[in-house]
């Protein structure tokens, strides 16, 4: 039988992580934002995020200086910030300015009145520092990315090639859409022009051919938006939502041929972003010109993720993000975690052969596989479902999400009782997956009870018709009506799962 190759990844490898809360404020050349995490992990949670448009890059391009409105909202903004960060027992706070204030002339006197007045000490980053933190947030948060991710602000985008965990060429470009809207004056073939100029420039472009197109950033998470919306599509999480590289083009088309009024009228379309979304589409879609990846992923994971992801350890830099997420979703409801890896080992015999993705997806369902047991029987089956699916679980695309949700469901109700749109997001092959990993974990669960050491009693065993269940001499005690019945489930659902898989 295969051992779980994720041994050491529940909690990490044991090394020391930061378990006090920790603040990251984002001056950004459009928005300031404060996020707050749960501590120094590799699945951070995030339980406080708040920003206000205070638009500090508007008129750098014509003025060469910050908006003197936004330096106002962005002092008042700082010192609620602050107030919040204080009354929250926030124990490490950073705080990072980027392109507006780094380029405009008045950045490092803007910098030093803030830093004087609330005595804090703010970090105003390279271009270079603030692609590598783009990128730290895409690996925070995708399993093995590999591709080109564009970091959107409103003075800049900073363009990433990722191979793997590794960082490979890499620009900042002045082209964010509030110094596009300046400089373009209004006129698109003038702003089409200068992001074509400058992204032309970068050589390399053309040369990545990338699988993917990661794109992250506000004004790029509003086209999401509005796409999920136009599209009525059933999962209404932007992290991770997948489009093919010929619709997303042909949807751009659209948004940059719409009137300001039409935008605003656009379901999904955020009101104080509607200025921003034209040239936003505009880049994104001389970029997919130039690079023509297969698909656009959406990204909500940026340079505060990034920030965080960069203090790990390597080792705790390498476990699976959906791995950890999960360990620390189950560790809330108290059981004995070590059942999860044994559980795992015990049916891996039913899945010979599978593929990384579906191991993974596996061990995340093991993890998982008792979060409901305070919850009232009869409902365990849908409160798993919808805790799952609408959780911040990270590491996984929407499919596997979708999937690892009905395996959950599965593991308290063997029929499907779900009528639900989001379902067609997996195909059968998937929804069988999920129903013999549901299945066999309940079965698991009757005869264990849950608890480590006891699984070894009962082998599963794939044989030429089928599935064999054997007992050793002391676990006979342990069949019954109720067990035989499982058993003759789990049977029947791997009879026509092996049959769908040939």
Not at 9 to 22: C, Q, T
Not at 113 to 142: C, D, M, P, Y
Not at 171 to 188: C, F, Q, V, W, Y
Not at 236 to 251: L, N, S
Request: glycine fraction near 8%; charged fraction near 25%; aromatic fraction near 8%.
């Amino acid at each position: 039988m295969a051992k779980s190759p994720y041994n050491n990844v529940w909690h990490g490898s044991g090394e020391a992580k930061h378990d006090g809360r920790i603040g990251v404020i984002d001056i950004g050349s459009n928005s300031i934002r404060l996020v707050v995490y749960d501590g120094i992990k590799r699945a951070p949670t995030p339980i406080f995020n708040e920003k206000i448009l205070c638009g500090l890059g508007k008129g750098l391009a014509l003025t060469g200086k910050l908006n003197p409105e936004g330096v106002k909202l962005a002092n008042a903004c700082i010192k609620r910030f602050l107030a919040l960060v204080h009354i929250m027992d926030v124990v490490e706070l950073q705080v990072v300015a980027t392109a507006a204030v780094r380029d405009a002339s008045d950045g490092a006197d803007f910098v030093e009145k803030l830093e004087r007045k609330h005595r804090i000490n703010i970090t105003v980053i390279s271009g270079k520092k603030e692609a590598q933190l783009a990128a730290a947030g895409v690996f925070s948060s995708i399993y093995k990315p590999s591709g080109l991710a564009a970091d959107l602000g409103g003075a800049s985008v900073e363009l990433i090639y990722l191979d793997n965990m590794a960082i490979g060429e890499q620009a900042t470009l002045p082209i964010g859409p509030l110094r596009l809207l300046d400089s373009g004056k209004g006129e698109k073939d003038k702003t089409r022009k200068i992001i074509k100029d400058a992204l032309e420039a970068e050589t390399w472009l053309e040369r990545t051919h990338p699988e993917h197109f990661y794109a992250i950033g506000g004004s790029f998470r509003a086209l999401a938006h509005i796409h999920i919306a136009a599209g009525k599509y059933p999962l209404d999480i932007v992290h991770y939502y997948t489009i093919k590289t010929g619709p997303m083009r042909k949807f751009l088309k659209e948004i940059i041929n719409a009137s300001p009024s039409e935008l605003a009228k656009m379901p999904g379309a955020p009101p104080k972003r509607v200025e921003s979304l034209i040239p936003a589409a505009q880049i994104m879609d001389t970029i997919l010109d130039l690079t023509n990846p297969v698909d656009v992923i959406f990204c909500s994971s940026g340079i505060r993720e990034g920030y965080l992801y960069d203090k790990l350890s390597p080792s705790l830099r390498n476990e699976d993000p959906l791995i950890a997420s999960c360990a620390d979703m189950a560790s809330l409801n108290g059981r004995v975690h070590g059942f999860a890896r044994e559980l795992f080992d015990w049916m891996s015999p039913l899945f010979e052969g599978e593929s990384e993705s579906k191991r993974r997806l596996r061990f995340a369902a093991c993890i998982l596989s008792e979060i409901a047991w305070k919850v009232h029987r009869e409902y365990r089956a849908h409160w798993s479902f919808f805790n799952v699916l609408e959780s911040t679980i990270t590491g996984l695309s929407h499919t596997e999400r979708v999937a690892l949700a009905l395996a959950l469901y599965h593991r308290h109700q063997s029929k499907l009782r779900l009528d639900l749109d989001l379902l067609d997001l997996i195909d059968e092959t998937d929804r069988l997956w999920a129903r013999v990993v549901g299945t066999a974990a309940s079965l698991a669960f009757i005869l264990s009870g849950g608890m480590m050491g006891n699984l070894n009693r009962v082998t599963l065993t794939k044989g030429r018709d089928g599935l064999d269940v054997s007992f050793n001499e002391p676990a006979k005690d342990l069949l019954s009506d109720t067990v035989e019945k499982r058993i003759d489930i789990l049977k029947e659902i791997f009879k026509i799962y092996v049959k769908a898989n040939k």
